[in-house]
């Protein structure tokens, strides 16, 4: 019943942007706080963003100042802007909700994003 689905990857070259969107069903979305994790081979599952339900963000030192996360509340989407793309930043991207006051966790199926130089 719940369902969050992205958009928007595929094979890019270094150096150029894209934007993920994640569109989200079954949850009051606005209850939810958002983010964005990707998984490259060999490597864990690491957060690049989140977006809370008072539309605060987060970002690492990894990605901080390349992407962005927004999220459009009417929509029920929650989006990731990235710019000047790295070789390092090829991964599934996977889109995530929390509820944190009921404890719920809902996640994508992710989407890949692959970055040639």
């Known amino acids: 019943q719940v369902q969050l689905v992205e958009s928007g990857g595929g094979l890019v070259l270094a150096g150029g942007s894209l934007r993920l969107s994640c569109s989200a069903s079954?949850?009051?979305?606005?209850?939810?706080?958002m983010g964005w994790y990707r998984q490259a081979p060999g490597n864990q599952r690491e957060l690049v963003a989140t977006?809370?339900?008072?539309?605060?963000?987060y970002y690492p030192n990894s990605v901080l100042g390349r992407f962005t996360i927004s999220r459009d509340n009417a929509k029920k989407t929650v989006s990731l802007d990235i710019n000047s793309l790295k070789p390092e930043d090829t991964a599934v991207y996977y889109c995530?909700?929390?509820?944190?006051?009921?404890?719920?966790?809902?996640w994508g199926e992710g989407i890949l994003v692959t970055v040639s130089s």
């Open positions: 995530n909700a929390v509820d944190r006051r009921g404890q719920e966790d809902y």
């Open positions: 079954g949850i009051v979305f606005s209850n939810f706080d």
């Open positions: 977006i809370s339900s008072f539309h605060r963000t």
